[in-house]
């Protein structure tokens, strides 16, 4: 059982920055692929990032490259999603979710665990 908490949402200016983190319980946290995915209001949740457990292989939707980093600390079970040029689209709740793999997966039907989200709000 992993139980996820995000934290570090708030409300930005559009072009500012948000560090989004997620801390895991749980001693098999560095087993896990992890994600990050988001959802707007009337909209479906959608992929963000994702991260292999070893942290070597990442991959990012194409909405958000270039612009947000996923990374994660196994030794503090503990991932992150630095989020630059933050846009007023990129309002949402993000979620964190972690699967019972160590590869990585855009697919939220291939998460077992999730976080409660965390609020990200872009203003102009």
């Known amino acids: 059982q992993v139980q996820l908490v995000e934290s570090g949402g708030g409300l930005v200016q559009a072009g500012g920055s948000l560090r989004l983190s997620c801390a895991a319980s749980g001693r098999t946290f560095s087993s896990y692929g992890m994600g990050w995915f988001r959802q707007a209001p009337g909209k479906e949740r959608e992929f963000v990032a994702t991260i292999s457990n070893s942290g070597d292989n990442t991959l990012y939707a194409d909405s958000v490259k270039g612009r947000f980093t996923i990374s994660r600390d196994n030794a503090n079970n503990t991932v992150y999603l630095q989020m630059n040029s933050l846009k007023r689209e990129d309002t949402a709740v993000y979620y964190c979710?972690?699967?019972?793999?160590?590869?990585?997966?855009?697919?939220?039907?291939?998460?077992?665990?999730w976080g409660q989200g965390t609020q990200v709000t872009v203003s102009s």
């Open positions: 979710a972690a699967r019972d793999s160590r590869f990585w997966s855009t697919m939220t039907s291939q998460y077992t665990y």
